[in-house]
């Protein structure tokens, strides 16, 4: 008996051992291996978020979500990753969602401003909102007038193109603040190189409005054209003189058989108003993305930062998805409570430059604000 207890206790040191030693050998392939894709460079003062989103339920707000996108997993997840819940909103108004943000971003180190987008609606043939094809409408007035309640967030607008009245929602945007406008084409189903839309295309220019258009697939919503996240599409509005932020640097998806980033960086040549942003990059969904975003040629001095907030605050965003952090490091991002601050921390740590996290300030003209 004495023999036996002694031979189950030497098997259970034996197992403690094992593991013990296969968690080591892990973090120890993980140290070997990290490294990150640039040289590390200082982390710039007073960031802008170029990227963030925002959604209400309609409770005050005029905003609206399709019965499908509703009842979908996402949107709970959403709604939780915004620090928010669907009793609280209908109780005190989808403005809570920005004051929520707003009091986040004050507490991040890093990060100042953060541009608030809105998101317009799908329209039918009279201009209107399309509810049959709608996924989720969020609109200007009610972005606007967050952003004015809050000097930290900055109002980024959204204008779908084939409104009759477009030009003059263009003009209403950029006289209450706008800095920049914001399609997903592949869920407004909008065309970016049709012809149609060159008098929208000069009347940005005109205003000094850059457009941030979300490229590569769209997996957040139910549903969604893909074809339309296309960067080639952005040939238009780029050779018409409109500064173009290519959400995403295009990182999923293909195109005629080509892959999107490869059809993207292409662009980049004779066309100094292009550019690209890294939110999301970091997402576990996207292993080598931002590797690419920072070693492909045709990127260097394109990209501009972003989060693409609120999925820095969900299970797609953690320091330890990463082989080319230290255990360190990612000890730091992980005891780091604000959501903003671990994303720049990840990002550094990754390389990201110091030009890239100042870029939006620059291009948005905010730099002389900060």
Known sequence: MEKFKIRASAIVWF?????????????????LQARPFLPVEPIPAGIVDMHCHIAGIGAGS????????LNNWRFKVYLRSFGVSKKELTEKGDSLVGDRISASLAQSKYVSKAVLLALDCVVDANGNLD?????????????????AKHTNLLFGASVNPYRPDALA????????????????????AIHPDDPRLIPFYQKMVE??????????????????DNRLGDPDLLRLPVSLGVTV??????????????????????MMSGHPNLYTDISALTDVNKPSALKEALTKPAFRGRLVYGTDYPLINTAL????????????????????????????????????PTE???RPAQLLGQASQL
């Open 245 to 266: 932020f290519a959400a995403h640097i295009a990182s999923s998806g293909k195109y005629h058989g080509e892959r999107g980033p490869d059809r993207l960086a292409r």
């Open 62 to 69: 005029g905003c609206w979500v399709s019965p499908r996108l």
């Open 317 to 352: 965003a953690s320091p330890w998805y990463s082989w080319h952090l230290t255990l360190r490091e990612k000890w730091q991002i992980w005891r780091t409570k604000n959501p903003w601050d671990r994303d720049v921390l990840t990002k550094h740590y990754l390389g990201v």
């Open 15 to 31: 197992r403690k051992l094992l593991v013990a030693g296969m968690l080591a050998a892990i973090f120890g392939q993980a140290s």
């Open 207 to 224: 205003l000094h409005l850059p457009l941030l258009s979300h490229t590569g697939d769209e997996d957040s919503f139910s549903h969604a």
């Open 169 to 188: 929602r263009l003009e209403w945007a950029k006289a209450h603040g706008a800095v920049l406008v914001k399609w997903i084409p592949s869920i407004m």
């Open 131 to 147: 509810t049959n094809r709608t996924e989720v409408y969020v609109p200007n007035d009610f972005v606007a007038a967050v952003c």
């Open 356 to 358: 890239t996290f100042a």
